[in-house]
Nanobody, 125 residues
């Protein structure tokens, strides 16, 4: 079992920055691809970013490319999402997820096995 706990969400103005953390426990995540997803009220959960086990391969949604950076520290069993130039449309609950089957990075939520409880990000205009 992998337990994931997100932190770092909050209220920020347009153009501001936040850094989300996802701390894992129960098992090391160092060999797993990890992803960040988000869900805004009334909308489907959508892919944000993903990273392979080493950090050498990353994928981003077009809507966040150039503004968000995913990274990981395997020694700390933690994944991060640095969010810059935030926009009101980035407002959502952000979830991290671990993909324990197949080692390829994925943008598909159904391929992730473990999920955190989410952290709220609100960007005011």
């Amino acid at each position: 079992q992998v337990q994931l706990v997100e932190s770092g969400g909050g209220l920020v103005q347009t153009g501001g920055s936040l850094r989300l953390s996802c701390a894992a426990s129960g098992r090391t995540i160092s060999s797993y691809p990890m992803g960040w997803f988000r869900q805004a009220p009334g909308k489907e959960r959508e892919f944000v970013a993903a990273i392979n086990w080493s950090g050498g391969d990353t994928v981003y949604a077009d809507s966040v490319k150039g503004r968000f950076t995913i990274s990981r520290d395997n020694a700390k069993n933690t994944v991060y999402l640095q969010m810059n130039s935030l926009k009101p449309e980035d407002t959502a609950v952000y979830y991290c997820a671990a993909k324990t089957l197949l080692m390829q990075v994925s943008t598909a939520a159904h391929e992730y096995d473990y999920w955190g409880q989410g952290t709220q990000v609100t960007v005011s205009s």
